[in-house]
Nanobody, 122 residues
């Protein structure tokens, strides 16, 4: 099955930007769901954005600040993060599911990357 590798995390000051990448070992087709999730220390993993059937959807707390993009099926999926705040700190994961309804619920995804750390300082 597909394998995912995230990159692009790092440390930035509040108000800064980062672009995360999610590289897949196989094509990600429009019928698949690909999502970005994050987990802060002591908190549950939460959905940030997801793409499926050409439709992108964002969690309310990132709307207007984060953009999920992908140009081609063989290319990485990106998460552009702008206007970062300390509350955005956490490990960011990309995840994949073969088909079905695309959601922001981590339980609906069965393939996960190893994660990349994002730290935002005030």
């Amino acid at each position: 099955q597909v394998q995912l590798v995230e990159s692009g995390g790092g440390s930035v000051d509040a108000g800064g930007s980062l672009r995360l990448s999610c590289a897949a070992s196989d094509y990600i087709y429009s019928s698949n769901c690909i999502g970005w999730f994050r987990q802060a220390p002591g908190k549950e993993r939460e959905g940030v954005a997801r793409l499926g059937s050409g439709i992108t959807y964002y969690a309310d707390f990132v709307k207007g600040r984060f953009t999920l993009s992908r140009k081609y099926v063989a290319k990485p999926v990106y998460l552009q993060m702008n206007s970062l705040t300390p509350e955005d700190t956490g490990i960011y994961y990309c995840a994949w599911r073969n088909s079905g309804r695309c959601t922001l619920d981590p339980r609906d995804y069965n393939v996960w990357g190893q994660g990349t750390q994002v730290t935002v300082s005030s």
